[in-house]
């Protein structure tokens, strides 16, 4: 994939949405019965970077406070949704030991993956900071675990929704109606190639989390470290 090509084309055709109103707005982020809960492998990318991020935010805020913004301790990249949320979803329904072996197989040879943070795109839904890997081992990680996966015959959803071959951290959501829509994307124009910075995934984690990897419903189940 060219990654470049892909935030270019996903960031024309979802500004064109957002300008002409056919953007999407989550009704349940503020929804406190929301028991959507479900398995990720999770990347952080480091403290300046997201500190960049959060500068970035502070200026879409000032245009948009309703809008959903993520906070420096739910910023992440999804390597992996192994169990994607859905409705009830509880730790005790799944045998955690038996995940963590088939994460720790698929990682034995795993390497540190560098990143560069540059530029943002779009979703009709959402604004995402553009991921970008410098060679194929964060998707050869993810090949190997689809693989391993699959053979263990353990309950999983990978791929259910689509197979991720980005590494983008998705850091607004839409849940209200905009209601200063051309300053908001002239705030996004002025960031669209903006350097956040590169940083080092020497580490990922698998999580229990609720759709938006909000802080307070996310469970570190294991860390494991790319050597």
């Known amino acids: 994939m060219?990654?470049?090509e892909h935030?270019?084309?996903l960031y024309k055709e979802s500004l064109q949405k957002i300008r002409t109103g056919n953007y999407q707005t989550d009704d349940l982020?503020?929804?406190?019965?929301?028991?959507?809960?479900g398995i990720t492998l999770v990347i952080r990318p480091d403290t300046s970077v997201?500190?960049?991020?959060?500068?970035f935010l502070a200026d879409l805020k000032l245009i948009e406070?309703?809008?959903?913004?993520?906070?420096?301790?739910?910023?992440?990249?999804?390597?992996?949704?192994?169990?994607?949320c859905f409705a009830g979803f509880e730790l005790s329904q799944i045998s955690l030991p038996d995940y963590i072996e088939v994460v720790q197989k698929s990682l034995l040879h795993g390497k540190p993956v560098d990143i560069e943070f540059k530029g943002i795109t779009a979703s009709p839904s959402c604004i995402m900071v553009q991921g970008f890997m410098q060679d194929d081992t964060l998707n050869d990680?993810?090949?190997?675990?689809?693989?391993?996966?699959?053979?263990?015959?353990?309950?999983?959803?990978?791929?259910?929704?689509?197979?991720?071959q980005t590494a983008h951290a998705t850091v607004v959501r839409f849940r209200k109606p905009f209601t200063c829509k051309d300053d908001f994307i002239n705030i996004l124009e002025s960031y669209r190639n903006f350097e956040f910075g590169n940083f080092t995934v020497d580490a990922v984690e698998l999580v229990y989390n609720d759709w938006y990897q909000r802080n307070e419903n996310v469970?570190?189940?294991?860390?494991?470290n790319l050597k």
Request: proline letters at 3%.
């Open 219 to 224: 469970k570190t189940l294991c860390r494991f």
């Open 7 to 9: 935030y270019n084309r």
């Open 29 to 37: 982020i503020d929804f406190s019965g929301d028991n959507r809960r």
């Open 65 to 84: 406070p309703d809008q959903y913004y993520y906070p420096n301790t739910d910023i992440h990249i999804t390597l992996l949704s192994v169990i994607s």
């Open 141 to 164: 990680l993810r090949n190997q675990l689809r693989i391993n996966f699959t053979n263990s015959g353990l309950q999983q959803t990978i791929d259910a929704r689509y197979a991720i």
């Open 50 to 55: 997201k500190n960049k991020i959060q500068i």
């Open 2 to 4: 060219d990654l470049n």
